[in-house]
């Protein structure tokens, strides 16, 4: 099975830091573009920061100067390293995939389960 698996979500303090990780199992030769969606409550999911394999990325401008997306190709994982965080953070936090060429020849979207960050005091 090829799937994606999050880590790192929990409950922190405005101001404080956390760290998400995302790792991508099963027979996967290779991703183009890995990173982060978020959705709220009430709210529609957003793109918070994206990674391409040659290494441009894409932020959401309410996470500029604080969020830093980075990723391993040889591990097929990607990071989130969040700073300052703020209470409007608080979301379900998805990793993103696409295209995840598998070793049967198969180009894949995936998405992660999700995991829950909150932050408050």
């Known amino acids: 099975q090829v799937q994606l698996v999050e880590s790192g979500g929990g409950l922190v303090q405005p101001g404080g830091s956390l760290r998400l990780s995302c790792a991508a199992s099963?027979?996967?030769?290779?991703?183009?573009?890995m990173g982060w969606y978020r959705q709220a409550p009430g709210k529609q999911r957003e793109l918070v920061s994206t990674m391409t394999s040659f290494s441009s990325t894409r932020y959401a401008d309410s996470v500029k100067g604080r969020f830093t997306v980075s990723r391993d190709n040889a591990k097929n994982t990607v990071y989130l390293q969040m700073s300052n965080l703020k209470p409007e953070d608080t979301a379900v936090y998805f990793c993103?995939?696409?295209?995840?060429?598998?070793?049967?020849?198969?180009?894949?979207?995936?998405w992660g389960q999700g995991t829950l960050v909150t932050v408050s005091s």
């Open positions: 099963g027979s996967i030769l290779s991703i183009g573009t």
């Open positions: 993103y995939a696409n295209p995840a060429k598998t070793l049967a020849g198969r180009y894949l979207e995936l």
